[in-house]
């Protein structure tokens, strides 16, 4: 008995030992089957195409175009040559109409300075009549876009790389090969990383904004795209966002000095090496050389490519220069979708205020006392947030006016009157106090 319980005991021993091994093959499958693939359902498969834009940037007239490469049958690489060409001819691509008829926007995970517009390609594998039942294997990557870029245009490609595996099975009844599933699996993120063995899986079937849902294709290629209408950004006509002075009132003066403080942010889709932008101080139309009136430090103060002195105002942190009438500091190459805050300091007699444009539409004006700062954004106003930059034009006009009012009311017009009403007043008093010295004399 004993003898048959050891014999028992050695088989299921033994039996143990073939499962660790065959669970030990399994864990040492190649990367092209470790990824959990259940795709039976998944028949179609479509591209989907994200351009993302800072906010209130214009949509570019762009096509995208991808490739679908075939690379392997049952994961034999020596018949990629047979594999079933997919899409058009290998190829398939998207096409953004431009501003005329905007895609649809998506609101999910989006940056909150940045706009996100999507399109999907037509199906990619509907079309094919397959040759054979098998697991047919194409890695597909987005081409160099064509789109030609403008002066002030960048354009982010993306790195993305996908492997998509359609299965296909012999249709009962038909006996032909059909697509039972495919497995889509992303390698290698926009940015160019590789997303280790196996990628990440993805759900490639297409549909579009159904209900205004999220139920776009998962296979998605995300672009960036921003620009600026400075041209090369050295041209102080091509002003993308300008900040000007003016003074007013009798007692006005063209040759004071008013102080601002300008702290100005790219938007967060522009890459981090973006770390200033190009600005001229203009005296009327005229490009001021010597800024050492306007307060601006030696360390900003540089040349453009024509020689001529410019200013490299770094991003994010409080910039101070002054301005005197009929100046303006033009920010050159200013992104679309930047914003901005601007302060003017205290100056005695002068009672501040500024309009302020974005995109060429009036978003509101701020007013102080005689003699205060002013601040935008200001809250109690129409502009309680950061001014943005667009497209057209975008301005914060200040103007400071000297009427010779104080905060006490009295003025230079003024003046006599109230000299002759004091000497009134102290005849007025004098008089009183001759009469009751004469009385308290009588009295005595």
Same mark, same amino acid.
């Given at each position: 008995?004993?003898?048959?319980?050891?014999?028992?005991?050695?088989?299921?021993?033994?039996?143990?030992?073939?499962?660790?091994?065959?669970?030990?093959?399994?864990?040492?499958?190649?990367?092209?089957?470790?990824?959990?693939?259940?795709?039976?359902?998944?028949?179609?498969?479509?591209?989907?195409?994200?351009?993302?834009?800072?906010?209130?940037?214009?949509?570019?007239?762009?096509?995208?175009?991808?490739?679908?490469?075939?690379?392997?049958?049952?994961?034999?690489?020596?018949?990629?040559? *047979?594999?079933?060409?997919?899409?058009?001819?290998?190829?398939?691509?998207?096409?953004?109409?431009?501003?005329?008829?905007?895609?649809? %926007?998506?609101?999910?995970?989006?940056?909150?300075?940045?706009?996100?517009?999507?399109?999907?390609?037509?199906?990619?594998?509907?079309?094919?009549?397959?040759?054979?039942?098998?697991?047919?294997?194409?890695?597909?990557?987005?081409?160099?876009?064509?789109?030609?870029?403008?002066?002030?245009?960048?354009?982010?490609?993306?790195?993305?790389?996908?492997?998509?595996?359609?299965?296909?099975?012999?249709?009962?009844?038909?006996?032909?090969?059909?697509?039972?599933?495919?497995?889509?699996?992303?390698?290698?993120?926009?940015?160019?990383?590789?997303?280790?063995?196996?990628?990440?899986?993805?759900?490639?079937?297409?549909?579009?904004?159904?209900?205004?849902?999220?139920?776009?294709? %998962?296979?998605?290629?995300?672009?960036?795209?921003?620009?600026?209408?400075?041209?090369?950004?050295?041209?102080?006509?091509?002003?993308?966002?300008?900040?000007?002075?003016?003074?007013?009132?009798?007692?006005?003066?063209?040759?004071?000095?008013?102080?601002?403080?300008?702290?100005?942010?790219?938007?967060?889709?522009?890459?981090?090496?973006?770390? *200033?932008?190009?600005?001229?101080?203009?005296?009327?139309?005229?490009?001021?050389?010597?800024?050492?009136n306007n307060k601006v430090g030696a360390s900003f103060i540089t040349t453009d490519s024509n020689n001529v002195t410019c200013i490299d105002i770094p991003l994010g942190t409080p910039f101070t220069f002054?301005?005197?009438?009929? %100046?303006?500091?033009?920010?050159?190459?200013?992104?679309?979708?930047?914003?901005?805050?601007?302060?003017?300091?205290?100056?005695?007699?002068?009672?501040?205020?500024?309009?302020?444009?974005?995109?060429?539409?009036?978003?509101?004006?701020?007013?102080?006392?005689?003699?205060?700062?002013?601040?935008?954004?200001?809250?109690?106003?129409?502009?309680?947030?950061?001014?943005?930059?667009?497209?057209?034009?975008?301005?914060?006009?200040?103007?400071?006016?000297?009427?010779?009012?104080?905060?006490?009311?009295?003025?230079?017009?003024?003046?006599?009157?109230?000299?002759?009403?004091?000497?009134?007043?102290?005849?007025?008093?004098?008089?009183?106090?001759? %009469?009751?010295?004469?009385?308290?004399?009588?009295?005595?």
């Amino acid at each position: 008995m004993r003898e048959k319980e050891m014999k028992k005991y050695r088989k299921s021993k033994g039996l143990l030992a073939i499962l660790l091994a065959v669970m030990l093959s399994l864990t040492m499958v190649p990367a092209a089957f470790a990824n959990p693939v259940d795709p039976e359902g998944i028949d179609r498969a479509a591209i989907t195409k994200v351009l993302k834009v800072p906010v209130g940037t214009d949509v570019p007239s762009i096509t995208f175009t991808f490739t679908i490469e075939g690379i392997s049958i049952n994961d034999d690489t020596t018949r990629a040559s *047979s594999v079933p060409v997919a899409g058009n001819a290998g190829q398939a691509s998207i096409v953004f109409p431009g501003t005329t008829a905007n895609p649809y %926007q998506h609101t999910e995970n989006v940056l909150p300075d940045s706009t996100y517009y999507y399109l999907e390609s037509a199906e990619l594998f509907g079309n094919i009549v397959w040759p054979d039942t098998g697991r047919y294997t194409y890695l597909i990557t987005e081409n160099s876009t064509q789109y030609a870029l403008d002066d002030g245009e960048f354009l982010i490609e993306s790195q993305a790389v996908y492997r998509v595996v359609v299965y296909v099975k012999e249709d009962p009844i038909t006996k032909l090969p059909y697509i039972w599933g495919i497995g889509a699996f992303r390698i290698t993120d926009d940015g160019g990383t590789d997303l280790g063995p196996g990628g990440v899986k993805v759900d490639p079937t297409p549909g579009g904004p159904a209900t205004g849902e999220w139920s776009y294709s %998962q296979m998605t290629f995300g672009n960036v795209y921003y620009k600026h209408n400075g041209d090369d950004g050295e041209d102080p006509e091509k002003d993308t966002l300008i900040i000007s002075k003016e003074v007013s009132g009798e007692y006005g003066s063209s040759q004071t000095y008013f102080d601002f403080t300008l702290t100005i942010n790219k938007p967060s889709l522009v890459p981090d090496t973006v770390t *200033s932008y190009r600005a001229y101080i203009l005296d009327g139309t005229t490009v001021v050389s010597n800024l050492t009136n306007n307060k601006v430090g030696a360390s900003f103060i540089t040349t453009d490519s024509n020689n001529v002195t410019c200013i490299d105002i770094p991003l994010g942190t409080p910039f101070t220069f002054a301005l005197k009438h009929g %100046q303006s500091l033009v920010l050159t190459n200013a992104f679309v979708g930047s914003n901005y805050s601007i302060s003017e300091a205290a100056t005695p007699s002068y009672k501040p205020f500024v309009v302020v444009l974005s995109n060429n539409t009036l978003i509101g004006e701020v007013t102080a006392g005689i003699g205060s700062g002013l601040a935008v954004p200001a809250d109690g106003t129409a502009i309680t947030s950061n001014p943005l930059v667009g497209e057209l034009k975008n301005s914060a006009a200040f103007e400071n006016v000297n009427d010779g009012i104080e905060e006490t009311g009295l003025t230079m017009e003024n003046l006599p009157f109230i000299g002759m009403i004091a000497l009134a007043a102290l005849g007025l008093g004098a008089f009183i106090l001759i %009469q009751a010295r004469k009385r308290r004399a009588e009295e005595l």
